[in-house]
């Protein structure tokens, strides 16, 4: 840690320092060293990046759980990483005259509002408030327990699995090769007994990853994003969890949406009882969306479907599955509204006043007379806080005349607007924008914000 911060440091920041300006005396002394400072000084050393001093630590932990996640709101460096994964003791300790550390859960997850270790107590002993409840070698579960509470005596503790904590983002960097090489080469060298549990798992381009992924227990996944994967390989990832709450899949490859492979997906996706966030983007969809409303849990929170080639049969499914009066996030841009009749819009808007927060309906070419019948129903909905739908060719009248409506939805906070046509020269054509009237639109928008004293209201525009 540089002690170049303008607060004074503290006398126990400078004893820190002074004891890790001598790395190999203080590794050699931390089986004296008291169990309170052992997080100040984890901390310093790896603010400081002392990487043995890490390692070293990480090998006597006088706690149960050990989770990084305030201190990854700094600059991280793989190393830093490396050097705490291999302290990491997933085979009994041989020398047993050493220290032997009680560490089981090592969470290297990003998380502001982590503790390093969890509140531990005389009597309850080990507790972690992070620790896994799915996997079948994780030690809640191995105890015939479902809570995270473990009251077992200390001498029980050696016989506990131990369980390494991740959020994996593969996104064919090298430093995600190597993170990812090095998680699972511990695996293998645990033989059996390390739990990798990782909760958050995002790919870009699936096919890269598939042996890899062989190695990594997938039923603790509970968040899942891929970007550009065919829907064969999404299947067989899926048939492997349970607890996912939200998928977030784009760009996916299938040959036909009346195939085998599209209904085994529905199947795999009928299993997934806590799904509350779906996210499907350029996947086309049309006319097929009520097959997917029908398997996906009423409860669902947050649906996004921008560029699935959605129809007005699909808007008609849309408006009347029961999952539209529950929704809290609706994103349906990039599906152009050509039709002439917007009941099923109009109904879907309607449906979904009551919970809706956040609204998406950018580039779909929704005009002043799509929009206006819209209108009553957006204006019912009170707990909007974001809405967006840029790029539609609106007039300005009727920019203004929306606006008017939404003036009294006090949770609104940011409005994303399209660009009235009269700024273009032709409407939406690169380089016949005039600046100088969209500059007056603005202007005139603000002007109406601060008469109706929503200036905490935020006018956003996007120029493309
Ligand atoms: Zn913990
Ligand atoms: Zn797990």
Same mark, same amino acid.
């Given at each position: *840690?540089?002690?170049?911060?303008?607060?004074?440091?503290?006398?126990?920041?400078?004893?820190?320092?002074?004891?890790?300006?001598?790395? /190999?005396?203080?590794?050699?002394?931390?089986?004296?060293?008291?169990?309170?400072?052992? !997080?100040?000084?984890? $901390?310093?050393?790896?603010? &400081? @990046?002392?990487?043995?001093?890490?390692?070293?630590?990480?090998?006597?932990?006088?706690?149960?759980?050990?989770? !990084?996640?305030?201190?990854?709101?700094?600059?991280?460096?793989?190393?830093?990483?490396?050097?705490?994964?291999?302290?990491?003791?997933?085979?009994?300790?041989?020398?047993?005259?050493?220290?032997?550390?009680?560490?089981?859960?090592?969470?290297?997850?990003?998380?502001?509002?982590?503790?390093?270790?969890? %509140?531990?107590?005389?009597?309850?002993?080990? %507790?972690?408030?992070?620790?896994?409840?799915?996997?079948?070698?994780?030690?809640?579960?191995?105890?015939?327990?479902?809570?995270?509470?473990?009251?077992?005596?200390?001498?029980?503790?050696?016989?506990?699995?131990?369980?390494?904590?991740?959020?994996?983002?593969?996104? @064919?960097?090298?430093?995600?090769?190597?993170?990812?090489?090095?998680?699972?080469?511990?695996?293998?060298?645990?033989?059996?007994?390390?739990?990798?549990?990782?909760?958050?798992?995002?790919?870009?381009?699936?096919?890269?990853?598939?042996?890899? +992924?062989?190695?990594?227990?997938? =039923?603790? !996944?509970?968040?899942?994003?891929?970007?550009?994967?065919?829907?064969?390989?999404?299947?067989?990832? =899926?048939?492997?969890?349970?607890?996912?709450?939200?998928?977030? =899949?784009?760009?996916?490859?299938?040959?036909?949406?009346?195939?085998? /492979?599209?209904?085994?997906?529905? $199947?795999?996706?009928?299993? *997934?009882?806590?799904?509350?966030?779906?996210?499907?983007?350029?996947?086309?969809?049309?006319?097929?969306?009520?097959?997917?409303?029908?398997?996906?849990?009423? &409860?669902?929170?947050?649906?996004?479907?921008?560029?699935?080639?959605?129809?007005?049969?699909?808007?008609?499914?849309?408006?009347?599955?029961?999952?539209? /009066?529950?929704?809290?996030?609706?994103? +349906?841009?990039?599906?152009? !509204?050509?039709?002439?009749?917007?009941?099923?819009?109009?109904?879907?808007?309607?449906?979904?006043?009551?919970? =809706?927060?956040?609204?998406?309906?950018?580039?779909?070419?929704?005009?002043?007379?799509?929009?206006?019948?819209?209108?009553?129903?957006?204006?019912?909905?009170?707990?909007?806080?974001?809405?967006?739908?840029?790029?539609?060719?609106?007039?300005?009248?009727?920019?203004?005349?929306?606006?008017?409506?939404?003036?009294? +939805? *006090?949770?609104?906070?940011?409005?994303?607007?399209?660009?009235?046509?009269?700024?273009?020269?032709?409407?939406?054509?690169?380089?016949?924008?005039?600046?100088?009237?969209?500059?007056?639109?603005?202007?005139? +928008?603000?002007?109406?914000?601060?008469?109706?004293?929503?200036?905490?209201?935020?006018?956003?525009?996007?120029?493309?």
């Amino acid at each position: *840690m540089k002690m170049d911060r303008k607060d004074p440091a503290t006398l126990l920041d400078l004893a820190m320092q002074s004891l890790l300006s001598t790395e /190999t005396v203080i590794i050699q002394s931390l089986e004296e060293i008291p169990r309170d400072l052992f !997080i100040p000084l984890f $901390t310093a050393a790896f603010l &400081g @990046g002392h990487k043995k001093t890490l390692t070293a630590m990480v090998k006597v932990w006088p706690f149960f759980c050990l989770h !990084i996640g305030t201190l990854r709101g700094h600059e991280i460096h793989g190393e830093l990483l490396k050097a705490i994964v291999d302290g990491l003791q997933v085979l009994p300790a041989v020398n047993s005259a050493s220290r032997s550390s009680k560490l089981k859960i090592l969470d290297l997850r990003h998380d502001a509002d982590c503790r390093t270790t969890c %509140f531990q107590t005389r009597t309850t002993f080990p %507790f972690c408030l992070r620790s896994c409840s799915y996997s079948q070698i994780s030690a809640p579960k191995r105890e015939g327990q479902h809570s995270a509470v473990n009251v077992v005596p200390e001498v029980e503790l050696s016989s506990y699995p131990t369980e390494l904590l991740v959020d994996l983002s593969l996104d @064919g960097t090298l430093r995600a090769r190597e993170f990812l090489s090095l998680l699972l080469s511990k695996v293998e060298e645990s033989s059996g007994s390390l739990h990798l549990c990782c909760r958050d798992l995002q790919i870009d381009k699936l096919s890269e990853y598939k042996n890899a +992924l062989k190695l990594v227990d997938l =039923l603790c !996944i509970e968040r899942l994003a891929v970007d550009q994967a065919s829907l064969g390989d999404i299947t067989t990832l =899926l048939s492997h969890m349970v607890h996912l709450d939200s998928l977030s =899949l784009s760009k996916i490859t299938l040959k036909s949406l009346n195939g085998k /492979t599209f209904k085994s997906f529905l $199947t795999q996706l009928e299993r *997934m009882k806590n799904l509350q966030e779906l996210s499907l983007s350029f996947f086309c969809l049309t006319n097929r969306l009520h097959k997917l409303l029908r398997v996906l849990p009423p &409860g669902l929170d947050f649906l996004n479907l921008p560029f699935c080639e959605l129809s007005y049969r699909d808007f008609g499914f849309l408006s009347q599955c029961p999952q539209a /009066t529950q929704l809290k996030l609706l994103n +349906l841009s990039n599906n152009p !509204i050509s039709w002439e009749d917007c009941e099923p819009f109009q109904t879907l808007m309607e449906n979904v006043s009551g919970t =809706l927060e956040y609204l998406e309906i950018n580039h779909c070419l929704i005009t002043d007379s799509t929009i206006t019948s819209l209108i009553p129903a957006l204006s019912h909905c009170s707990h909007l806080r974001v809405l967006s739908f840029a790029s539609n060719p609106i007039t300005m009248s009727m920019l203004v005349r929306i606006l008017q409506n939404l003036i009294p +939805l *006090m949770e609104l906070k940011y409005v994303v607007y399209p660009i009235p046509v009269h700024c273009y020269e032709r409407w939406y054509f690169r380089g016949s924008l005039d600046r100088q009237k969209l500059a007056d639109v603005h202007a005139q +928008l603000e002007m109406m914000l601060q008469a109706a004293q929503r200036t905490d209201m935020n006018l956003i525009t996007i120029l493309e």
